[in-house]
């Protein structure tokens, strides 16, 4: 596997309250993405970076924000978060085309 | 932007059938296919790719097809064993954003 760890790998949290999802590659590729996947839906890009502190936004934006303040790391957070944001979210990197995933996160908002 | 839809959401195989997905994309721009494994509980894996100046590739037991003027790929996977079992995704892009199929559930009856 490509260097991508995500962190946490799991996390359960209430409505409302602010959440933040961290993507660290070792791999010093240019692109970096969030995606969520549901059931139904396949994989759906939130975010995703050509560089640093350079985002754009993807099909399913609305109600999270994304930072790249170095090359290594993408963090996306929700500002405040609800139930329709329990998902699976992968991060994933590119260089020249070819895209590789992280291992993924867990979110659970009750 | 682009639109993939991907064809049969579910497959059954006999072991050492062929297994066949299709993809269809909209945007004649798009010029990169990759196709996807994920496991239950895992990463989607990057198994296969095509380019737009190819029309067919192969790598061992799996092959991919396509066909830009009716906007069209396929993967194709022979002699299909248990381990094969997986949901596949197919994706197209123009190089920035990727827009995955809603994938295939794959599986394979020994």
């Known amino acids: 596997d490509a260097g991508i760890t995500q962190s946490p790998r799991h996390k359960v949290t209430e409505t409302g309250t602010p959440v933040t999802l961290r993507c660290h590659q070792t791999?010093?590729?240019?692109?970096m993405y969030w995606y969520r996947q549901d059931p139904g839906h396949g994989l759906r890009l939130i975010h995703y970076?050509?560089?640093?502190?350079?985002?754009d936004k993807g099909e399913v934006s609305d109600g999270y924000s994304v930072s790249r303040s170095k090359t290594e790391d993408f963090l996306l957070t929700l500002e405040s978060a609800t139930s329709s944001q329990t998902s699976v979210y992968f991060c994933a990197i590119s260089e020249l085309a070819e895209q590789f995933f992280g291992p993924g996160t867990r979110l659970t908002v009750l | 932007g682009e639109n993939v839809e991907q064809h049969p959401s579910t497959l059954s195989v006999q072991e050492g059938d062929s297994a066949v997905i299709k993809c269809t994309y909209s945007?004649?721009?798009?010029?990169?296919f990759p196709w996807y494994k994920q496991e239950l509980g895992k990463r989607p894996q990057l198994i296969i790719d095509i380019r737009s100046n190819v029309g067919e590739k192969k790598d061992q037991r799996i092959a991919v097809t396509l066909n830009k003027t009716a906007k069209h790929f396929s993967l194709h996977i022979t002699e299909t064993q248990p381990e094969d079992s997986a949901v596949y995704f197919c994706a197209a892009t123009t190089g920035n954003q990727f827009y995955f199929g809603t994938g295939t559930s794959l599986t394979v009856i020994p």
């Open positions: 945007d004649s721009a798009s010029n990169y």
């Open positions: 970076s050509y560089g640093v502190k350079d985002t």
């Open positions: 791999e010093n590729h240019r692109y």
